[in-house]
C-alpha cells in the first residue's frame, strides 16, 4: 500500500479487530455530541454506535448520528431499554417498508408460535418455536438501503436446537424467495420469508435429525454397497432404511416423532427374509437403545444394552488389593485403610457424579446411530456370520421366502450322510441358531453338543466371554455332575452289553 494511503490503511486496521472504529472515525460529530453530554446521553451515544457498527452500514450510521444529536441536545432521560428503540424507531422507513412492516406484526398476531423481537426499517427479528423446543429458531431480516426496489434483505438463522447445517439451508431458501420476489417485483419479500418459516417449523419433523440424515447414505454405503436410504419424507417424519447382503435383506422403518430427540425413534421391521426371532429381537433392543437415549436421565433395562455407560464398579478391584495389602504389616495397616477410605470415597463421588451427569444430560439425537446399529451389528452380522463350532455358515445359503418358519417344516435329513442338505429350504429351518447373551450367534445344535461336553466354564469362541443362554443357565458344578451320572450310564450299559456278548 502506498504512503499517501497510510490513513486509509489505518482505518482498515481498526475495521478488522473493533467493528466499533468503523463509526468512530466516520462520525467524529458523535463522538463530540456524546462528550458534550452527560452519563445517560453518551450511554446512549455508545449504544447507538455499537448499532450502527453492527449494521456495517455507513449511511446508517449518519442517520442514527443526526439522530443522536438530536437526542444529547434535549437529553430526553429516556432509559436504556427504549433507547434502542427510539434509535430504530426514529430512522424513517419508506412507504412500501412501512406498510410491509404492518403486515408483519398483524401477521404475528395470529401466529401464536411466532414472537416478534423487533419491527423496525433497519430489521425485523423473531423468535419461532413452531416445532416444539427442538424446532425453535431466530429469525433475523436486515433490511438494506433500497429495499424492496433494489435490494434483497439479508436473512440470519440461529438456532440452539437445530444444527448449523439445517439453519444454512432454511437461510438460503428465505434468501432465494426475497431474491425471487425481487425478480417477479413480488411485494413483502420478508413478510413471504416469515411465513416460509414458520410452515418450515411446523412442518418439517425431520429438521432435528437434518445432520444425521446428510451423512446417513455414505456410512451405509460403507457398510455394505447394498445397504441404503431409500426415503425421508420430511412432513411424516418417516425414513425408511434397506440393508442388504448376500441374499439376506431387512426393511426397516424409522418413525421420527415431532419431539425428536426428546422421544425416542419408533423401530419397523418391513419386509425381511431372516428368521422372525432376530429380528424381532433386534428391533427391541434398537428401541431399548433409542429410549435411552432420549431420555438419558432414566436408569432402566435399557442401560444394559448401553456400552457408553461405565458399570459403577470403578476401583472395586483395586480397594480388593489394597485391602490384602493392609494385611500386610501393621505400620503400613493405617496407610492403608486411608487408601481404602479414600479409594471408596473417590468411587462414591463418581457414582454420584454419574448420576447427576444422566439426570441432567440432554437427550441426543440418536436415529444415525440406531440405523447403523440394525444394519452393521445385527443384520450384516448375521448374514456373513459362521457357526465358531462347526465353521458352517449360520444361515442357510437360500433364505426362506418370509422370515417365519413354514408351518410343518420338514426336519427329515435329505442328505445321504445324515446331515440335512442346507439349501433344501424345507430343512434349512432345522439349522437353529442361538444367539449368546455376549451377542454372537451359534448353530443351536452345535451349542447343545458343545454345551454338554467338559470342560463346564465355557466361553465364547468370538470374544471370550462366559458363555450365558438361558437354556444353559445351570452351574458348571451340576452340569459336571450330570455329564459324570451320564458316563457312568454309559459304561454300564457298554458293560451290560459285553456279558451279554452283543
Known amino acids: 500500500m502506498s504512503s499517501s494511503g497510510g490513513g486509509h490503511h489505518h482505518h482498515h486496521h481498526h475495521h478488522h479487530h473493533e467493528k466499533r472504529d468503523v463509526v468512530h472515525l466516520t462520525l467524529p460529530d458523535l463522538d463530540a455530541a456524546a462528550a458534550a453530554s452527560h452519563s445517560r446521553a453518551s450511554r446512549l451515544a455508545h449504544r447507538a454506535q455499537l448499532h450502527a457498527a453492527a449494521q456495517e452500514d455507513l449511511l446508517l450510521a449518519s442517520a442514527i448520528s443526526e439522530q443522536m444529536k438530536r437526542i444529547v441536545a434535549s437529553d430526553e432521560g429516556l432509559d436504556d431499554g427504549k433507547a434502542d428503540n427510539v434509535l430504530n424507531s426514529s430512522i424513517p422507513a419508506s412507504p412500501a417498508v412501512t406498510e410491509e412492516l404492518d403486515d408483519i406484526k398483524e401477521y404475528v398476531k395470529f ?49 440452539l436446537a437445530l444444527s448449523d447445517g439445517a439453519c444454512d439451508k432454511l437461510q438460503s431458501a428465505c434468501t432465494a424467495l426475497a431474491e425471487k420476489a425481487r425478480a417477479e417485483k413480488t411485494p413483502k419479500a420478508i413478510l413471504h420469508a416469515i411465513k416460509f418459516a414458520s410452515e418450515f417449523a411446523r412442518t418439517n419433523v425431520l429438521a ?36 442388504s447382503t448376500g441374499k439376506y435383506r431387512c426393511e426397516f422403518l424409522f418413525s421420527i416423532p415431532p419431539g ?73 495397616a493405617r496407610m492403608a485403610s486411608k487408601l481404602v477410605h479414600e479409594l471408596n470415597e473417590r468411587t462414591q463421588e463418581e457414582e454420584r457424579r454419574r448420576s447427576e451427569r444422566l439426570s441432567t444430560s440432554e437427550p441426543q439425537p440418536h436415529l444415525h446411530e440406531i440405523a447403523l446399529y440394525l444394519v452393521r451389528d445385527c443384520v450384516c452380522q448375521l448374514a456373513g456370520a459362521s457357526c465358531r463350532l462347526c465353521n458352517e455358515s449360520l444361515l442357510a445359503e437360500t433364505p426362506l421366502r418370509s422370515g417365519k418358519r413354514p408351518a410343518g417344516a420338514v426336519r427329515a435329513a435329505s442328505a445321504a450322510d445324515g446331515k440335512p442338505d442346507r439349501d433344501d429350504p424345507a430343512v434349512a429351518v432345522d439349522y437353529g441358531i442361538d444367539r449368546l447373551v455376549c451377542g454372537h450367534y451359534y448353530h443351536d445344535k452345535c451349542l447343545a453338543e458343545w454345551m454338554m461336553n467338559p470342560p463346564f466354564d465355557k466361553k465364547c469362541h468370538v470374544c471370550s466371554q462366559p458363555v450365558r443362554h438361558h437354556k444353559y443357565s445351570e452351574s458348571a458344578e451340576k452340569l459336571e455332575a450330570r455329564w459324570a451320572k451320564r458316563q457312568e450310564r454309559l459304561r454300564e450299559m457298554d458293560e451290560v452289553a459285553s456279558l451279554m456278548g452283543l
Open 111 to 159: 401466529d401464536n408460535c411466532a414472537e416478534l423481537r423487533a419491527c423496525f426499517a433497519t430489521h425485523v427479528q423473531l423468535d419461532m418455536s413452531h416445532g416444539g423446543k427442538y424446532r425453535r429458531f431466530l429469525f433475523k431480516a436486515t433490511i438494506p438501503e433500497g429495499y424492496p426496489e433494489t435490494a434483497d434483505p439479508r436473512f440470519d438463522i440461529t438456532s
Open 208 to 243: 432435528p435429525a437434518f445432520e444425521e440424515l446428510k451423512n446417513l447414505p455414505a456410512d451405509l454405503k460403507r457398510i455394505n454397497s447394498n445397504c441404503k436410504l431409500l426415503q425421508a419424507a420430511a412432513t411424516t417424519g418417516d425414513v425408511r432404511i434397506m440393508a
Open 260 to 332: 425428536y430427540p426428546g422421544e425416542p425413534v419408533a423401530i419397523t421391521a418391513l419386509h425381511h427374509n431372516f428368521p422372525q426371532e432376530f429380528v424381532t429381537s433386534w428391533v427391541a433392543q434398537a428401541k431399548a437403545r433409542a429410549e435411552l437415549k432420549a431420555d438419558p436421565g432414566r436408569s432402566s433395562t435399557a442401560a444394559a444394552y448401553s456400552a457408553k455407560l461405565p458399570t459403577g464398579r470403578a476401583g472395586a478391584g483395586t480397594s480388593e488389593k489394597v485391602r490384602k495389602g493392609a494385611m500386610q504389616s501393621d505400620s503400613s
